[in-house]
């Protein structure tokens, strides 16, 4: 059965990379971390980071519906992870390319979304369409432009995913 360390940080974390014995879980700097009991070597685990873009076009947003899990079948903004040493906000231009088909061109820093007990941060921008035609890439089966008063609140597929929406819609939708 899964260990504690295994449940708390994935299955990538159940073996020392240094020794290979299996890691256990240890309070270190007043958390609980991977460890392992034969070497003594520490995981430091890091956030993952994920970009996101609220594309806008006359009053519009660019949705997508999601073909893949997590979240399966619920809506979000284009958005996925960074890969370590890619601008952040080429992320969110490169991931809006591939999943609905916009060139886009990020107008400024939405916000940053992240949650106690949560791996991934989420850095939002705003972008504007400089090119192509809303088309679901092949990890969505949809794409549509949402007026604001459509935005499918009940469907969208994580929280990060409506407190950004909302703090647009706060922030006036543009
Ligand atoms: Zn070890």
Known sequence: MADTADHVHGPATRFCAACAAPLITRCVDGRPRPACDRCGAVVYLDPKVAAGAIVVDRGRIALVK???????????????????????DQAAVRETWEETGLRVRVEGLHGVFSYADVTVVLIVYTAAVTGGALAAGPECE??????????????????????????????GAR
């Open 142 to 171: 949809a794409a549509a432009w949402v007026e604001p008063a459509a935005i499918p609140w009940a469907k969208l597929a994580f929280p990060s995913t409506a407190d950004a929406l909302r703090a647009w819609i706060d922030r």
């Open 66 to 88: 999601r073909a893949i899990s997590p979240a399966r079948g619920t809506w979000t903004f284009p958005g996925g992870y960074v890969d370590r040493g890619e601008p952040v």
